[in-house]
């Protein structure tokens, strides 16, 4: 069993898989490569994260910060 405290990867909020959610395909559709397929399930489970309001301000100024410039 692998220490969890020392080995913590960054899952995302939003689509539960590791990575930072400033690099959620899901979040950020312009971020994804060509070959990038999404999944229905996983497609849905982001809909509903971003339902709470604290995580849409996230992914809001994220957003923000990529857009300008
Ligand atoms: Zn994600």
Known sequence: MPDVATTTKPR?????????????????????????????????KVKEALLDPKLLKEVESLRRRRGSN
Request: net charge neutral; with cysteine; charged share 30%.
């Open 12 to 44: 995302c909020p939003c689509c539960g898989q590791i990575h930072r959610l400033a690099r959620c395909f899901y979040v950020f559709p312009e971020l994804a490569p060509e070959d990038f397929k999404e999944r229905e399930h996983i497609r849905a």
